[in-house]
């Protein structure tokens, strides 16, 4: 079982920065999807950026100038940067990665972080 552990969550202000991590019990450095989403308060989840074996991907116009993807294959970590953050950032933020690339392959998730945008 891969066990995804996020971390860099909390409260920003307004035009702020913020980094966020996920750190996988598994090797990611060939993984097929390296993803993160977010579920804003009282909304669906929403996917925000993707990375398909090792193409990063934009998939949130809103996010598309203020967020970006890296990972650091060697402590199996990938990262979401976050800045210029607007309260409509505001939501819980999930990691999701898929090893394989078979559709019936095992998905995994990190627990969540929050984020709040706030002054």
């Known amino acids: 079982q891969v066990q995804l552990v996020e971390s860099g969550g909390g409260l920003v202000q307004p035009g702020g920065s913020l980094k966020l991590s996920c750190t996988s019990s598994a090797n990611i450095s060939s993984a097929y999807i390296l993803a993160w989403y977010r579920r804003p308060p009282g909304k669906g989840r929403e996917l925000i950026l993707q990375?398909?074996?090792?193409?990063?991907?934009d998939v949130t116009n809103s996010v598309k100038t203020r967020f970006t993807f890296s990972r650091d294959n060697a402590k199996n970590t990938f990262y979401l940067h976050m800045k210029g953050v607007l309260p409509e950032d505001t939501a819980v933020y999930y990691c999701y990665v898929k090893l394989l690339k078979p559709w019936d392959a095992p998905n995994y998730w990190g627990q969540g972080t929050q984020v709040t945008v706030s002054s």
């Open positions: 990375n398909i074996a090792g193409t990063p991907t």
